[in-house]
Each structure stands twice: as C-alpha cells, then as structure tokens.
C-alpha cells in the first residue's frame, strides 16, 4: 500500500490497472469505513487498484461545528486499511488541496440539498460535492463507494454524477452498527460511555417509527412522537422524519420509506437512517 500526500504523486501512482474503486472519507476510519473499502477491492477485483482518500474537509464544516476537534489519526488508519485490502491512500494537507481559495464551487439543487442535513447545516452539500467533485477529478475512480450511513449523502453525490455525466459508478454500503444497534460513527468517540448507550434511543427510535407507521400512525403524528422522545431522554433532535427512499420526498401510500434523524446528544452531533416500508 502506498501513501500519498501530493496530487501529482497519486496520480502518476494510478497510471495503469484498472478498474480504480475509490473510498472518500475523513478519516478516524471504523470498521463501518473499513466495510466499503473491501467492498471496493470486491468491485475493482484482483487487477484493479483501491484508493481511500482521508481529507478532513473544511468547506463543509460551518465556523461553530467541529472541524478542529475532528480527530486526526493516519498513522492508525494507514495500518487499517492496509489490513483491508486498500492499495493507495490519498491524505492531501489543506495547502495541496486548497492552495488558493476554493472559488469554483459545485451546488447541488435546493430540493435535495437544503432539506434535513442541508437545512440545519446551510452550505454541507456545497462543500461536500465540491470536494467529491475535486477528488473524483484526482483518482479518476471507475467505482466510488459512499455508506447509507449519510444517506441524504449519497443520494446527492448520486444525483451529481447522473447529471454531470461522470463517468463513475457509485456503490452504497450498508451501515455498520455495533451488537446493540449504534451506528458506527467517527463521532461517537466523542461520547462518554454512558453517552454511548444513550446514544442507542437514536437507532430504537428510527425503528420504532417504521413500525408505528406501519401500524396506522399518520406521518406527522410519528414524526412527532419521535421527536418528543428524544427531547425527553434530554437530546435536542434536529429532525425525525419518515421520507420516500427514492428521492427523500414527503411519501404517498406505497412508497418504500426510510427514517431518517439528527440530534445532539450532550456537544455530540449523531445522524442516523433506517430504510422500511410503510403503511
Ligand atoms: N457505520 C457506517 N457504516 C458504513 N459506512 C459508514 C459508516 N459510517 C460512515 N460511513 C461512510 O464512510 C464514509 C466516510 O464517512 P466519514 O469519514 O464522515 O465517517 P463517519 O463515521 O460518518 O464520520 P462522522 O462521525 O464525521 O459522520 C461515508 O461514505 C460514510 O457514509
Ligand atoms: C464524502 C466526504 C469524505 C467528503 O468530505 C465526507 O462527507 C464523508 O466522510 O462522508
Ligand atoms: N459523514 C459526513 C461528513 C460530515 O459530517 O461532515
């Protein structure tokens, strides 16, 4: 496995086999990022060649969020993912990524990036497509792979590739949870152990408005009582809604649904998603 800081050392580094499958994240890697990385090997096969990116990105970090306190750690990551199979790892510094302000931006549409993640963190998307746009511009990647984990995530970089006419076929990986259903996240490191299993009712929730949904509940009503639990248990949810999984509108009876939610626990922001199907 080779590491790569500069843009011009990765790629001349890819020149050859192919296909490229290629894992973007920001590091602090889990086993949840460790799963798309061989399901990337899977999809590139022996001939090709694995790249993770780990770049914790700024431009999608608003002032007041976490973007220094983002844990860093690539020596421990390099050793993981090395473990998984991963060929080339990509870990730019910001003057290489950014050696001038990022002027040039890509914005997603409003109707898909300015709803739930886009409306309580104004400009995520922007940074999140600007910096997958310049990534997929470096590696060149045949396949990329995202976690449903972020779902609203995928569906965006999704929409960006069809419309863009990338040339990149992109793989969604199931989230990973631990043995009590949490969602395996960079950010749970910042909960305290009591926190952590706290942190369960996000996940309990999410189930819970499927079933009741699916057992006669209207829509509003669900999202409501989701709401009010967290709130209860001492969170302060952002959102808990139930959308249509194939373009995150309001659904109409029959469609396959996902819960989707957000909420701090304690300074800890978690996000978290199950698909379903409804009533
Ligand atoms: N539990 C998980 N299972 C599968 N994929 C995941 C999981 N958590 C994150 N991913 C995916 O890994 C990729 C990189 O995500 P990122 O580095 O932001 O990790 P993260 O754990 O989601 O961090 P954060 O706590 O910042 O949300 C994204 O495509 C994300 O959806
Ligand atoms: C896709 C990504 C690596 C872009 O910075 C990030 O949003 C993430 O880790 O999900
Ligand atoms: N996992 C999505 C990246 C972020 O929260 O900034």
């Not at 997929?136 to 006419?165: E, N, S, T, W």
């Not at 990338?166 to 909960?191: K, M």
Request: aromatic fraction near 6%; charge should be neutral; glycine fraction near 8%.
């Amino acid at each position: 496995m080779l590491i790569h800081h500069t843009i011009a050392a990765q790629r001349a580094a890819l020149r050859g086999r192919a296909p490229i499958a290629f894992v973007p994240t920001m590091g602090n890697l889990h086993e949840g990022h460790l799963a798309l990385v061989r399901q990337a090997r899977a999809a590139a096969g022996p001939d090709g060649q694995v790249v993770c990116s780990i770049f914790v990105n700024r431009l999608q970090f608003a002032p007041h969020e976490d973007f220094d306190r983002y844990p860093r750690t690539l020596e421990r990551d390099c050793a993981l993912l090395r473990e998984a199979g991963c060929d080339h790892v990509f870990a730019p510094d910001e003057a290489e990524l950014y050696p001038e302000p990022q002027g040039y931006k890509v914005q997603p549409p409003s109707a898909l990036a300015d709803i739930l993640e886009g409306h309580f963190r104004p400009g995520f998307f922007t940074g999140v497509c600007t910096v997958v746009a310049k990534l997929f511009h470096i590696v060149q990647p045949h396949i990329a792979v995202f976690g449903k984990k972020d779902y609203q995530q995928l569906m965006v970089i999704r929409r960006m590739v069809a419309q863009m006419a990338l040339p990149i076929e992109i793989l969604g990986g199931e989230t990973l949870r631990n043995a009590q259903g949490l969602a395996l996240s960079s950010r749970n490191g910042y909960l305290s152990d009591e926190q952590r299993e706290q942190a369960l009712l996000l996940s309990r929730t999410l189930r819970d408005m499927l079933q009741r949904h699916a057992a006669g509940a209207a829509l509003e009503e669900t999202e409501a009582w989701a709401m009010a639990q967290l709130s209860a248990a001492g969170w302060a949810p952002d959102y808990m809604v139930l959308r249509r999984q194939h373009d995150l509108g309001t659904p109409a009876a029959g469609d396959a649904l996902v819960a989707l939610g957000a909420a701090k626990l304690g300074n800890t922001r978690l996000i978290d998603n199950i698909e379903g199907r409804g009533a």
